[in-house]
């Protein structure tokens, strides 16, 4: 089982940017597909972006294709989400995710390991 922890989350205005990590340990990070998952108050939590083992192949929700950017680093067990032109809907609740998802990238239930979550809060 993998443990995860995010950073990096806070307060920016609209148009701006923000990165956050995730920080993993535990044996089979380097072979699980990775994601991050949002949510907002009041609403179900939702698929944001994933990345599998390799890093060779990344997935993004229609709401922050070409803004957000999602990337791994095995060697040193962390993964990222760059958060560029953020706007105010962007905030929520963002949690890492890590497992043997297959293609079902973008189901929650998938995923076996989960961080706590870091906030993101975006001023308009």
């Known amino acids: 089982q993998v443990q995860l922890a995010e950073s990096g989350g806070g307060l920016v205005q609209a148009g701006g940017s923000l990165r956050l990590s995730c920080a993993a340990s535990?044996?089979?990070?380097?072979?699980?597909?990775m994601g991050w998952f949002r949510q907002a108050p009041g609403k179900e939590r939702e698929f944001v972006a994933a990345?599998?083992?390799?890093?060779?192949?990344?997935y993004y929700a229609d709401s922050v294709k070409g803004r957000f950017t999602i990337s791994r680093d095995n060697a040193k067990s962390t993964f990222y989400l760059q958060m560029n032109s953020l706007k105010p809907e962007d905030t929520a609740v963002y949690h890492c995710?890590?497992?043997?998802?297959?293609?079902?990238?973008?189901?929650?239930?998938?995923?076996?390991?989960w961080g706590q979550g870091t906030q993101v809060n975006v001023s308009s």
């Open positions: 995710a890590g497992g043997y998802v297959f293609s079902r990238y973008i189901t929650a239930s998938a995923y076996g390991s």
């Open positions: 990345v599998t083992w390799s890093g060779s192949r990344s």
């Open positions: 535990g044996r089979p990070f380097g072979s699980y597909t």
